[in-house]
């Protein structure tokens, strides 16, 4: 199975600050997702990024707010923007060219 | 919106006991999976069962699928400390290309 690195572990940021977080992976795949978890809460999909082409964004998601890097087939960047209290969650990114997904560690953010 | 609902919430059991999971859907599926999560970390992958499988098995972990019912169930048997942990189970949506999770069961097990 995939080996994800996730980049950085945990943060602590000012509010009205943005972060960006690095997912790389140990071989190519083809579709990457990102996750938010907010605290006590189950996974949200945000977006899927796909290498080539635009990332896809759920409902409730806009680019504007987590711009998706995907540059090559192992690597990809989620921005966190301009960020609020509310945006303190767990981002998790994932892979899987076929089920089942494997997740990397996450990154615990918090804003004050 | 999340389709996958989990019963119970939240499970304390004895160390030695069963312990079951349940995870309700809504709209047709190519497959199931089971996740754990420990304390905040990334997901860990259990098991996938697909739409026209209706029982898996892996060491201590039984899965049954109902797809008629649109329902799963998680079985966890002979539970240790070690399984201590958040259980999800995820369903990949027919057509979607995507994982829609549960809200999952905290399960805790006491020594």
């Known amino acids: 199975s995939a080996v994800i690195s996730q980049k950085p572990s945990r943060d602590i940021c000012q509010r009205g600050t943005s972060l960006t977080i690095q997912c790389q992976v140990d071989?190519?795949?083809?579709?990457m997702f990102w996750y938010r978890q907010q605290p006590g809460q189950s996974l949200t999909l945000i977006a899927t990024?796909?290498?080539?082409?635009?990332?896809?964004?759920e409902s409730g998601f806009v680019i504007d707010k987590f711009p998706i890097s995907r540059p090559n087939l192992t690597f990809s960047t989620l921005t966190v923007s301009n960020m609020s209290p509310e945006d303190s969650s767990i981002y998790l990114c994932?892979?899987?060219?076929?089920?089942?997904?494997?997740f990397g560690d996450g990154t615990r953010l918090s804003i004050l | 919106s999340q389709q996958g609902e989990e019963d119970p919430q939240a499970l304390s059991i004895q160390e030695g006991e069963n312990a079951t999971m349940n995870c309700s859907y809504k709209?047709?599926?190519?497959?199931l999976q089971w996740y754990r999560q420990n304390s905040g970390r990334g997901l860990v992958h259990l098991i996938l069962?697909?739409?026209?499988?209706r029982e898996k098995h892996s060491g201590r972990l039984r899965v049954t699928l109902d797809t008629s019912k649109k329902s799963s169930s998680l079985l966890i048997t002979a539970s240790r400390a070690a399984d201590t942990a958040s259980y999800f189970c995820?369903?990949?949506?027919?057509?979607?290309?995507?994982?829609?999770f549960g809200q999952g069961t905290r399960l805790t097990i006491n020594p």
């Open positions: 709209t047709s599926i190519n497959n």
């Open positions: 995820a369903t990949d949506v027919q057509g979607a290309q995507k994982l829609v």
């Open positions: 069962i697909r739409s026209n499988e």
């Open positions: 990024a796909n290498q080539g082409s635009e990332a896809t964004y």
């Open positions: 071989s190519q795949v083809t579709m």
């Open positions: 994932s892979v899987g060219n076929n089920q089942p997904q494997h």
